[in-house]
C-alpha cells in the first residue's frame, strides 16, 4: 500500500511538475508551498518518532513518511519557480528571495544534495535501523537549511 502511495504521490507532483509552465504565478507559489509543508509534516512525523521519541516508533509510518519526502524532493518541483513568483500575488505570500532566480545553477546544485540526502533516508527508513535513520534525517535537514538560509526570506 505505501508504495502505491508514494507512486501516486509522486505521480501527481511530476504532473504539476509538467504542467508548471501552464500555471500562472499565484497558483505555482501555493502548489510549491504546498508540497514544501506537506514535507513538513511528514519531516515532522519521522521527528516525533525517531529523534524525540514522543510518538512511538511505527516502521511503516516512518517508511511511508521518508518515501513521500523522497517523492517530493525528487518530484521536479523546481519548475514551480516560474518567472513571475519571486513575489507576493494578491494574497498569496511568498518568502523566496529573488537572488534564487539569479543562481539557478546553485539552486540545481542544493536541490540535487536534497534529492539525494532524501532517497538515503528512504532507504535508511526501509531497514528500520533507527540510529541510521537518525543520521540521514539529520543530512535532510542540513540540505533544507542549505537552501532556507542562501534563499528564504524571514
Known sequence: MKSVMTTLLGSALLATSLSAAAMDPEKQIETRQAGFT???????????????????????????????????????????????????IGDVHTR???????????????????????????????????SEIRMAFAEVGKTCKACHDKYRLD
Open 38 to 88: 506537506y514535507m513538513a509534516w511528514n519531516m515532522g512525523k519521522i521527528k516525533a518518532q525517531v529523534i524525540d521519541g514522543s510518538v512511538e516508533y511505527n516502521q511503516q509510518q516512518v517508511e511511508a513518511a521518508a518515501n513521500t519526502i523522497a517523492a517530493i524532493a525528487n518530484s521536479g518541483i523546481g519548475a514551480l519557480f516560474g518567472p513571475g513568483t519571486e513575489q507576493d
Open 96 to 130: 523566496v528571495d529573488p537572488a534564487l532566480f539569479e543562481n539557478m545553477q546553485d539552486v540545481a546544485q542544493l536541490a540535487g544534495n536534497m534529492g539525494t540526502a532524501a532517497n538515503t533516508l528512504a532507504a535508511k527508513a526501509a531497514t528500520g535501523d533507527q
